[in-house]
């Protein structure tokens, strides 16, 4: 009798150890023919862009602190810095004070992937920083001067299409490499939204209209985004075209304060090789 | 990120180990009725760059790893633990993401006639390792150890039944509140000659085994790739669901090994489900492994062959990982000739486990003493031929027409069926001779081919012939000459190289040696480099000090098919190891 139990729980253990996956095992998500004409690059024009991932929580009581920080340095970068800000961790949790959700599985996933430590802190090209991934308020200048803008491995054009009968958003893009890249790489297309009105706490204090600015709200194509190729290695001189739809319907993202941003990384290093951005409606 | 060890733990651990060297005076020092021992090492090293054979500057130019193992046993009790201190390790270290320091091993153990269970961190394998192996290995930044728990029962003599449940090491990344992974398997081995009374006296070995073991990851994000991706102005993307990612991967393995008098069989297969993961491009086919050694032995001969299949198996913790062996929770062995020929060391085949088939043969014969080709002592012959061949497989339909496998089974493969990619040959013969108490020869020709673009992504087929010769001259009973020299022929890759090495030994405390690896067949005149090295080291009971210094080629390093890339280096190492 003893031995059967044990058999069961055993089997039992087995069982519910192994998931076995049916077919079909992929849904497509529909071809997107990128039926519009990107320019002709101008390889002359084209810069390093620097990505800053701002990590913080509208109940983190220093995080406007860092939104302040943040806004001096687009003043100071202009276009040359790509902003995005991440709400993730304990401080982004929501409570009757502060109900509205701007949590994302993709900015939950950056977070816990980088590991990083109480908001506010940023990650700057994904890149270590005195090694760490995470680089606190006054390093942040520091980070971002540390990165070699001579690098210029890619170019990447942006084309957006907002379809009103669909309440879709098409967001294209083209990367074009100018360099030489061993490793694989691949795109993700970020959706983030400006001007959004609700509660952040401030020090001690609780400003209720509070304006959130390049809020992460979708990772179009995943967290880490999509390959261009199968192996993910991409040839110098060649272009690479994406397009990914967006789905507005029963969203309450602005169309009018969305912008797109393209993140061209290495996986394998998790280093940010390009970065673009470009408003979803211009 | 948050530090995962405070001040006052290693504050701790430090106090604890400056203890026991206070105390090293003594072989081993005792608490109570227990024993502490342990080992220490510090291998550092002084970096000058070197343009040209690419040894770049190193931030901080002095670089070392350092560790510290305490071990305490008292009757069936052990608990042990390990510092390591990689916080500015060798360069080598740190391109492979091995940096970091912390307490990275902690264990207690217990154990009787019937039961052992250890908590904290352990090592462990299952039969060959096709299904489970936890284990590490210094040299390579290797370490898959497993913290959780593991229980050891051996209900009757010759019957053993292990269970693990645990999360696996990555690096030095300690946040396990962050891990959404961990690992849980169950082995259980009957041995028949312990069982049966008498079989053991017969000369008879025979064991069964088999293991399960499923690894959980979470899955909660869509995979998304890209479908017909050679088609230029078409973008059409496909999702895996998070749903439809596996959170629980399974593997199972059966063995059987025999043995009677000199001849000894042993085999293993090993079958994998579903395990979409980033290292077989999000396929959802499933793995297998087979693994077969058959050996004779008898006074003066050793005939062994040996065969491999693996066709998916690269199974790890995390999906997303592809380095290395970094988080992974098997193993499928290298069975081909393992040499320490320097020049063949950048050649070394890596095991590949998503898709090999190979088998290696061996011969082991010695011409009898005092023959007329024997010699007083006898000569030693071997010889061996491995060859190994990427797998025989059509991709499927589907991926076919998607332009790319993810998301479907991938392909199909005839299980004994060979690829027309060649990996791995070699075709080797060694002859050792002593001819007197002074004087050991050996002699040492292989050729190998070596498909680098698999093995190592770049370049196209390697073939070289390595001819090794390596006397010994015995001075006197403490003084001892060894020359080694290797010439390595080729027209690829780098074409050929030449080696030689002196080294003078004073028995037992002191060794000298002065070598170089001359890269005189370069195409390119200005790439003929000369790697020289220059050592000493001091031994002491335990206790070794080594200094040299050299460059480093730009390389990999393997062991047991296991590699890791080698940066190319110039400067001055210290190592200093100590067992207590």
């Given at each position: 009798m003893k031995k059967s139990i044990l058999l069961i729980v055993i089997s039992a253990i087995i069982y519910s150890s192994c998931d076995i996956i049916e077919t079909p095992y992929i849904s497509p998500n529909g071809d997107v023919e990128v039926d519009v004409e990107f320019p002709e690059l101008n390889r002359d024009s084209v810069i390093r862009k620097v990505l800053m991932e701002e990590f913080t929580g509208h109940r983190c009581p220093n995080c406007p602190e860092g939104h302040e920080r943040l806004a001096q340095l687009l003043t100071t970068y202009g276009d040359s810095l790509v902003a995005v800000c991440i709400h993730a961790g304990a401080l982004a949790n929501t409570n009757i004070d502060f109900p509205y959700d701007f949590r994302t599985e993709a900015g939950t996933q950056l977070y816990n992937d980088f590991g990083l430590d109480p908001v506010p802190i940023a990650i700057i090209n994904r890149k270590q920083?005195?090694?760490?991934?995470?680089?606190?308020?006054?390093?942040?200048?520091?980070?971002?001067?540390?990165?070699?803008?001579?690098?210029?491995?890619?170019?990447?054009?942006?084309?957006?299409?907002?379809?009103?009968?669909?309440?879709?958003?098409?967001?294209?893009?083209?990367?074009?490499?100018?360099?030489?890249?061993?490793?694989?790489?691949?795109?993700?297309?970020?959706?983030?939204?400006?001007?959004?009105?609700?509660?952040?706490?401030?020090?001690?204090?609780?400003?209720?209209?509070y304006v959130h600015n390049h809020i992460l709200r979708l990772g179009i194509n995943g967290t880490y985004g999509s390959k261009f190729t199968v192996s993910g290695i991409v040839e110098k001189d060649s272009s690479y075209t994406l397009g990914y739809p967006v789905d507005f319907t029963g969203k309450d993202w602005d169309i009018s304060k969305c912008t797109i941003v393209a993140i061209l990384h290495d996986p394998s290093t998790r280093e940010v090789l390009q970065v673009e951005a470009r408003k979803a409606i211009e | 990120m948050k530090p995962f060890l405070s001040f006052g733990r290693i504050s701790i651990v430090f106090v604890f180990a400056a203890f026991c060297f206070l105390n090293s005076a003594k072989a081993q020092l005792f608490l109570g009725n227990g024993k502490i021992s342990g080992d220490f090492g510090f291998n550092g090293m002084y970096y000058i760059p070197d343009s040209l054979i690419g040894a770049e500057e190193v931030a901080g130019k002095v670089r070392a790893n350092t560790f510290l193992n305490l071990l305490y046993t008292n009757g069936g009790i052990t608990a042990g633990v390990r510092y390591e201190f990689y916080s500015y390790p060798l360069i080598d270290f740190e391109k492979i993401g091995y940096q970091g320091q912390g307490l990275t091993y902690y264990f207690a153990d217990y154990k009787n006639d019937f039961l052992q269970v250890t908590a904290g961190t352990f090592?462990?394998?299952?039969?060959?390792?096709?299904?489970?192996?936890?284990?590490?290995?210094?040299?390579?930044?290797?370490?898959?150890?497993?913290?959780?728990?593991?229980?050891?029962?051996?209900?009757?003599?010759?019957?053993?039944?292990?269970?693990?449940?645990?999360?696996?090491?990555?690096?030095?990344?300690?946040?396990?509140?962050?891990?959404?992974?961990?690992?849980?398997?169950?082995?259980?081995?009957?041995?028949?000659?312990?069982?049966?009374p008498g079989m053991a006296d017969k000369g008879f070995t025979t064991t069964f085994g088999g293991s399960f073991v499923s690894k959980y990851e979470k899955s909660t994000e869509d995979y998304y790739f890209v479908i017909h991706p050679d088609v230029d102005s078409l973008t059409a993307t496909a999702t895996i669901p998070a749903d439809k990612i596996p959170q629980n991967v399974a593997t199972w393995a059966a063995r059987f090994n025999f043995g009677y008098k000199g001849f000894r069989l042993?085999?293993?297969?090993?079958?994998?489900?579903?395990?979409?993961?980033?290292?077989?491009?999000?396929?959802?086919?499933?793995?297998?492994?087979?693994?077969?050694?058959?050996?004779?032995?008898?006074?003066?001969?050793?005939?062994?062959?040996?065969?491999?299949?693996?066709?998916?198996?690269?199974?790890?913790?995390?999906?997303?990982?592809?380095?290395?062996?970094?988080?992974?929770?098997?193993?499928?062995?290298?069975?081909?000739?393992?040499?320490?020929?320097?020049?063949?060391?950048?050649?070394?085949?890596?095991?590949?486990?998503?898709?090999?088939?190979?088998?290696?043969?061996?011969?082991?014969y010695q011409i009898p003493k005092k023959s007329k080709l024997g010699g007083k002592y006898g000569t030693d012959i071997t010889l061996n031929y491995s060859r190994f061949h990427t797998l025989n497989y059509d991709t499927v339909l589907l991926a076919v027409e998607n332009g790319t496998m993810s998301g479907t089974e991938g392909y199909s493969s005839s299980f004994f069926g060979c690829g027309k990619d060649l990996l791995y040959q070699d075709i080797g013969i060694e002859i050792s001779r002593r001819f007197d108490k002074k004087w050991k020869l050996i002699l040492a020709y292989n050729y190998i081919i070596y498909n680098m673009e698999i093995l190592q992504g770049h370049g196209g087929l390697f073939h070289g012939h390595n001819v090794a010769a390596d006397l010994t001259w015995k001075i006197t009973n403490k003084h001892a000459l060894r020359l080694e020299a290797q010439h390595l022929y080729s027209k690829d890759d780098l074409g050929s190289w030449i080696y030689a090495m002196l080294e003078y030994s004073i028995s037992p405390r002191w060794f000298f040696s002065v070598g170089d690896q001359w890269n005189y067949g370069n195409a390119e005149s200005a790439q003929r480099i000369h790697y020289y090295n220059i050592a000493a080291s001091y031994i002491i009971k335990t206790t070794r000090l080594s200094l040299s210094y050299g460059k480093t080629r730009e390389g990999i390093l393997c062991v047991g098919g296991v590699c890791r890339a080698v940066p190319a280096s110039n400067g001055v190492t210290l190592s200093v190891t100590t067992s207590f």
């Open positions: 920083y005195n090694n760490q991934w995470g680089v606190e308020l006054n390093s942040w200048q520091n980070a971002i001067e540390a990165v070699d803008r001579s690098e210029i491995y890619a170019g990447i054009q942006l084309i957006n299409v907002f379809k009103s009968n669909e309440n879709r958003l098409y967001a294209y893009s083209k990367t074009t490499m100018l360099k030489e890249y061993a490793n694989p790489v691949q795109l993700s297309l970020f959706l983030i939204e400006d001007g959004i009105v609700s509660p952040q706490k401030d020090g001690v204090l609780v400003d209720t209209f | 090592y462990e394998q299952f039969g060959n390792g096709l299904s489970f192996r936890a284990y590490e290995d210094r040299q390579l930044g290797v370490d898959n150890s497993l913290l959780g728990t593991r229980i050891k029962v051996t209900p009757y003599k010759g019957i053993v039944i292990k269970g693990v449940w645990g999360i696996e090491r990555k690096n030095f990344d300690f946040d396990y509140t962050k891990r959404n992974d961990y690992i849980r398997g169950i082995d259980a081995e009957i041995a028949l000659a312990e069982l049966i042993e085999t293993e297969y090993a079958q994998k489900i579903n395990d979409p993961n980033v290292t077989n491009q999000y396929i959802y086919k499933d793995g297998q492994a087979l693994f077969f050694s058959a050996t004779y032995s008898t006074k003066g001969l050793g005939v062994s062959a040996s065969f491999i299949r693996a066709d998916n198996m690269d199974f790890r913790s995390q999906r997303g990982e592809k380095n290395n062996s970094l988080l992974s929770i098997n193993y499928i062995p290298a069975i081909n000739r393992q040499y320490a020929y320097q020049l063949l060391g950048n050649y070394s085949y890596a095991s590949q486990p998503n898709g090999q088939i190979g088998a290696q043969f061996q011969l082991n």
